[in-house]
């Protein structure tokens, strides 16, 4: 009888292994999610940075097929559009299932993909959502690199600075912040009265503060 009961706990273990579930100490399982080791990286003498934060921070992820997981331990390479996370041994992993959505709990902040390409970006750049419903203001975050050498030094040193870019996205078209021509092409469907709302109020849409009111103005009208 305990052979029968091992050999069936040995079963059941590896066809948890082969199905990317990822089982917590609760004894729970997070369907649809895997990973994969991170190898160690060498130190390098670099200043900046291109992950959300050098530290992970608990999050919920929110999977490609809906599913949640919450209280992770989690960062976002903001270059490679990588996410990485704490498993439930304390090791570093990437994961290989498609995330979609996620919230940094401690900080509120909102990362996301799966918008239309626009520029260099595709559906798998992460934006950091600002407003969201039928209409959204996004944050492209993009880097400069320099890499330079201080005098009398021979260690090369990079230095990584962060640009960051307005977008405005709906169902109708995604449209980076510059003129009011460009913005209007988000509010295809209530065109009449978004530009009755912008003349009214007299917005340039040049300033952050201006496509954010009208975003929110254009999701009032939708809900």
């Known amino acids: ?62 999977m490609a097929n809906g599913k949640q997981i919450p209280d992770m331990k989690v960062k976002l390479n ?14 570093e992993m990437e994961a290989v299932s498609k995330v979609k959505r996620i919230i940094f709990t401690d900080k509120g902040i909102v990362y996301e993909n799966g918008f239309p390409a626009i520029n260099k970006q595709d559906q798998q750049t992460y934006y950091q959502v600002v407003i969201s419903g039928k209409a959204s203001l996004l944050l492209l975050h993009t880097f400069i ?25 709906s169902p109708n078209a995604i449209t980076q912040e510059h003129k009011e021509d460009d913005v209007m092409v988000l509010f295809a469907d209530k065109k009449k009265d978004v530009y009755s709302y912008i ?13 954010e009111n009208v975003i929110k103005y254009y999701n009032s009208l939708a809900n």
Request: aromatic share 8%; with cysteine; net charge neutral.
């Open 1 to 62: 009888m305990k052979k029968i009961l091992i050999s069936t706990c040995i079963l059941v273990s590896i066809v948890m292994a082969t199905s990317g579930q990822v089982v917590s100490q609760t004894g729970s399982t997070l369907q649809d999610f895997n990973g994969k080791p991170i190898p160690k990286l060498e130190a390098s003498e670099t200043t900046g940075s291109f992950f959300t934060d050098e530290e992970y921070q608990r999050a919920i992820m929110v």
């Open 78 to 91: 903001l270059k490679t559009n990588k996410v990485y996370y704490i498993d439930e041994t304390g090791a």
């Open 145 to 169: 690199e320099i890499e330079y050498k201080e005098f009398n030094s021979a260690t090369a040193t990079k230095k990584i600075d962060k640009v960051t870019e307005v977008f405005g996205a």
């Open 199 to 211: 003349t009214s109020n007299n917005l340039k849409c040049k300033k952050r503060t201006d496509y």
